[in-house]
């Protein structure tokens, strides 16, 4: 079965980091990128950045430059979302997706102190 | 960044009747490679987004074909011909032309 499994509900304190897996089967992992996407409750989809599996060569989105690392575990078809300097605005369900065709089923990240 | 801008926001439906969600881009979203990176995501409540349209008009798998979608350019429209209860959640149009990839603000669909 093709799908995209993720890493459960974490909760941290301002200031810390947080790392999300997304574990990928079904396929072969270094075939597609590897999108980040988050969605604050109540809010809208907000593209965070991707990362080629097979290269590892990423991209990030502006606002997440400098605070955001996604690498991956090719021998575990896994990929990792690490964000760091954490605030109670980075409170929001973070999603990896395959493309935009294929997600996982989400990751609650709370921050508060 | 290119600005997604989606209408209406919000759009209550009777069931079996049409809707319809405009998406605006600000700028032309032809790549240069001459496909146009503009797909359409339904969420329902609770779920993780679903492709429903990629490249402007094609049906991803699995989706009915009450679902369509056109446009050029900088203006898209997807439609739903009738609208069923499943269909209630929030669409959202992403382009994926330019780095950073965006997404429009959300459309919600409801039963009236």
């Known amino acids: 079965q093709v799908q995209l499994v993720q890493s459960g509900a974490e909760v941290k304190k301002p200031g810390a980091s947080v790392k999300v897996s997304c574990k990928a089967s079904?396929?072969?992992?270094?075939?597609?990128?590897i999108n980040w996407v988050r969605q604050a409750t109540g809010q809208g989809l907000e593209w965070m950045g991707w990362m080629n599996p097979n290269s590892g060569n990423t991209g990030y989105a502006q606002k997440f430059q400098g605070r955001v690392t996604m690498t991956r575990n090719t021998s575990i078809s896994t990929a990792y979302m690490e964000l760091s300097s954490l605030r109670s605005e980075d409170t929001a369900v973070y999603y990896c997706a395959r493309g935009s065709a294929l997600w996982g089923q989400g990751t609650l990240v709370t921050v508060s102190s | 960044d290119i600005v997604m801008t989606q209408t209406p926001l919000s759009s209550p439906v009777t069931l079996g009747q049409p809707a319809s969600i405009s998406c605006r881009s600000s700028?032309?979203?032809?790549?240069?490679?001459?496909?146009?990176?503009l797909s359409w995501l339904q969420q329902r409540p609770g779920q993780p987004p679903r492709l429903l349209i990629y490249k402007i008009s094609n049906r991803f798998s699995g989706v009915p074909d009450r679902f369509s979608g056109s446009g050029a350019g900088t203006d898209f429209t997807l439609k739903i011909s009738r609208v069923e209860a499943e269909d209630v959640g929030v669409y959202y149009c992403m382009q994926a032309t330019q780095f950073p990839k965006t997404f429009g603000q959300g459309t919600k669909v409801e039963i009236k």
């Open positions: 079904g396929y072969t992992f270094t075939s597609y990128d």
């Open positions: 700028q032309s979203l032809v790549h240069s490679d001459g496909n146009t990176y």
